[in-house]
């Protein structure tokens, strides 16, 4: 059986693919699933709001704008030791558990 597909784009999303026709079972299904993925929307409580405030790290802008500017001066020195001694540490960690 030679299967025929000429007629469809490379670049075609799946719901064209399934069938320009939308009056067909398969077309009307894939503008269903096409919808249906559109609509999705999330709405945090207010609980889940307030645990994802605590549990984010305050933010030293003020450092931040330091180290931008120097990696951008090409100024910034990386310790590779503290680097070193940082990961080894992880690892134990994570090890350990």
Same mark, same amino acid.
């Given at each position: ?30 503008? @269903?699933? #096409? ?5 999705? &929307? +999330?709405?945090?409580? *207010?609980? !889940?709001?307030?645990?994802? $405030?605590? /549990? ?11 180290? @931008?500017? #120097? ?5 910034? &020195? +990386?310790?590779?030791? *503290?680097? !070193?001694?940082?990961?080894? $540490?992880? /690892? ?6």
């Amino acid at each position: 059986m030679k299967v025929d597909n000429n007629n469809l784009h490379p670049l075609q999303s799946g719901t064209q693919a399934l069938g320009e026709n939308r009056n067909s079972a398969a077309g009307q299904a894939a503008a @269903k699933l #096409a919808a249906s993925q559109r609509e999705d &929307q +999330v709405q945090l409580s *207010a609980a !889940a709001r307030a645990l994802q $405030a605590q /549990t984010q790290a305050p933010v030293d802008q003020q450092r931040v704008s330091e180290i @931008k500017a #120097a990696l951008a001066s090409g100024q910034y &020195q +990386v310790d590779a030791g *503290a680097v !070193a001694q940082k990961i080894l $540490a992880y /690892t134990r960690i994570a090890q350990a558990d």
